[in-house]
């Protein structure tokens, strides 16, 4: 166990909805980071927020965005959703040390 | 660009053997290079890191050799067991917010 909680684990909705991911942190990160990951591809990093400011953005589509919260949770929002958007979404957090831990994923399905 | 480059995408090992999987990368501002082991359904989890100060570092069964000079790393896993059937990612970091992951590697041991 990472430490990392994210909910929900496993989300359906169909093409044009939108969708809201949250991730709790592991305690005391200040950082938090989403990938996304579809069907046997590798991680693809879509932004970081370092203690509720965006640090940096990796290939995020105008369609989703992030936030995080005075607690330190972060929530990824996607909207007018596609079936291409079907993947994996993992979150991580880390520390000081710059390891990053991960959570279970949020597994979402476009219908 | 892809920053991190990762080989081979699959690798099937006879279980005892060695597990190699090597990456390349271009900045040489990275100064971290963790190494992420992923099973099927969940999170990535770290296995073993290296700073560039050092040329090699062993856990257990698991090695990283790191060349500064050729910007490449690769992870040796000797005694190859079924259960480290999983996909290994290498990554790259620095500044504690430029992360990047390379493609990912399918590891098949076979007992």
């Known amino acids: 166990d990472s430490g990392v909680t994210q909910t929900p684990k496993h989300l359906i909705t169909a093409t044009g909805q939108r969708v809201t991911l949250r991730c709790s942190p592991r305690s005391g990160d200040l950082s938090v980071y989403w990938y996304q990951q579809s069907l046997d591809q590798g991680l693809q990093f879509l932004i970081q927020y370092y203690n509720g400011e965006e640090r940096a953005k990796g290939n995020i589509l105008e369609r989703f965005s992030a936030q995080q919260f005075p607690d330190l949770h972060s929530e990824l929002n996607l909207s007018s959703l596609e079936l291409g958007d079907s993947a994996l979404y993992f979150c991580?957090?880390?520390?000081?040390?710059?390891?990053?831990?991960f959570g279970p994923g949020t597994r979402l399905t476009v219908l | 660009q892809q920053q991190v480059k990762q080989s081979p995408q699959s690798l099937i090992v006879q279980k005892g053997g060695i597990s190699i999987i090597n990456c390349a990368y271009e900045?040489?501002?990275?100064?971290?290079f963790p190494w992420y082991q992923q099973f099927p359904g969940k999170g990535p989890a770290l296995l073993i890191a290296?700073?560039?100060?050092?040329s090699e570092k062993k856990e257990g069964r698991f090695t990283i050799s790191f060349n500064k000079s050729a910007k490449q790393f690769s992870l040796h896993i000797m005694d190859s067991q079924p259960g480290d059937s999983a996909t290994y990612f290498c990554a790259a970091e620095y500044n504690f917010n430029k992360f990047y992951f390379g493609s990912g590697t399918k590891l098949n041991v076979k007992p």
């Open positions: 290296i700073r560039p100060d050092v």
């Open positions: 900045n040489t501002a990275f100064d971290y």
């Open positions: 991580a957090s880390s520390g000081e040390g710059g390891e990053q831990f």
